[in-house]
């Protein structure tokens, strides 16, 4: 089959000595697929590469794998090992310019450190931003004390991927059932309740420029924004913004169908946020490639449409 080039960004890899930050992500797989993944996150030639002409991705923006820094205690490890991670993922991408790109992992630990090692990532390392995976250790990025990082990532003019992790500490409605806990369930809750936080935590009338996104069809967020609007104006609790919750929610939040092969999803998400708002991806190695692009290539879009959602927003978000 003929396929249409495509641009994919939650796209992951794993660093030398990463591995055990990655344990929670892979401890309830069965070892024999964990293995498998293992495989494929640490490769950066003909497995990666084979995937991506399969299913006509031509370009990959590659993130570190889940959890990464965000779940280190130490801030000092954090810095060292966030600064690590980039130079290896530099020195792969630059094998392979054509097609790699990066997303810097940040020290969350420390605002300003963060944004500093942003800046290092973009500016000489030439990166397109960064992936965050989720909250640092209980700490969101929605107080005044991150206000520094997002002024930076503002006037570098790169997007955040805020990506899946645990929610911090146990959630009483999860026990006795661990497997809602997780990606099936409780990351896409925890990520989308995190946007929230710095959607009404005033970032982005503080920084309006901030582009955030979110993987795996929004992780809900398109299909509640009516919702948003209606409730927030019945229960504002003090919390004053300058546009319509609605309003962030395909302008400052966009997001990518990783992760979420529906047709039907992905039509009710064009059609609540716009189709400059909706890009493609795949979260490899934890969802096929193929699969992907079948259902892509196979909703019922419009040759514009098709056009912005494979690629053309993403060449202009970053700048390709």
């Not at 590469?49 to 570190?64: F, H, N, P, T, W």
């Not at 130490?74 to 130079?87: F, K, L, P, Q, S």
């Not at 997303?103 to 969350?108: D, G, K, S, V």
């Not at 809900?220 to 919750?245: E, I, M, T």
Request: proline fraction near 5%; aromatic fraction near 12%; hydrophobic fraction near 45%.
């Amino acid at each position: 089959m003929s396929r249409i080039r495509k641009i994919a960004f939650e796209e992951h890899f794993s660093a030398v000595g990463f591995g055990d930050y990655s344990q929670a992500f892979v401890s309830q797989i069965a070892p024999q697929v964990a293995a498998e993944l293992n495989a494929r996150l640490s490769d950066f030639g003909a497995m990666r590469l084979q995937e991506m002409d399969k299913a006509g991705i031509d370009y990959v923006i590659l993130s570190q794998t889940g959890p990464g820094v965000q779940v280190e205690l130490d801030t000092a490890v954090a810095i060292a090992r966030a600064r690590e991670n980039n130079d290896f993922l530099a020195a792969q991408v630059a094998r392979n310019p054509e097609r790699f790109g990066g997303f810097a992992t940040l020290p969350m630990q420390d605002p300003q450190a963060a944004a500093d090692e942003l800046e290092r990532a973009v500016k000489v390392l030439g990166f397109k931003g960064a992936l965050v995976n989720g909250h640092t250790n209980g700490v969101y990025y929605d107080g005044p004390a991150y206000d520094i990082f997002w002024e930076r990532m503002q006037a570098l003019d790169v997007p955040l991927y805020l990506h899946p992790f645990d929610a911090y500490g146990p959630t009483h409605s999860y026990n006795g059932h661990p497997e809602i806990a997780g990606a099936t369930w409780g990351w896409g809750v925890e990520t989308a309740t995190h946007a929230l936080r710095l959607l009404f935590g005033g970032v982005f009338d503080r920084f309006p420029g901030l582009k955030v996104i979110l993987g795996h069809m929004g992780e809900g967020l398109p299909f509640q924004r009516w919702r948003f609007d209606s409730r927030f104006a019945v229960y504002p609790c003090g919390v004053k913004l300058k546009r319509q919750p609605s309003q962030y929610i395909g302008t400052n939040i966009v997001i990518t169908t990783s992760g979420v092969c529906s047709a039907g999803a992905l039509m009710g998400a064009i059609a609540e946020m716009g189709p400059q708002a909706v890009m493609f991806s795949v979260d490899y190695p934890y969802e096929s490639s193929s699969i992907a692009a079948d259902f892509i290539e196979q909703a019922p879009m419009d040759d514009a449409t098709r056009a912005l959602v494979y690629y053309g927003n993403a060449e202009r978000l970053f700048k390709l």
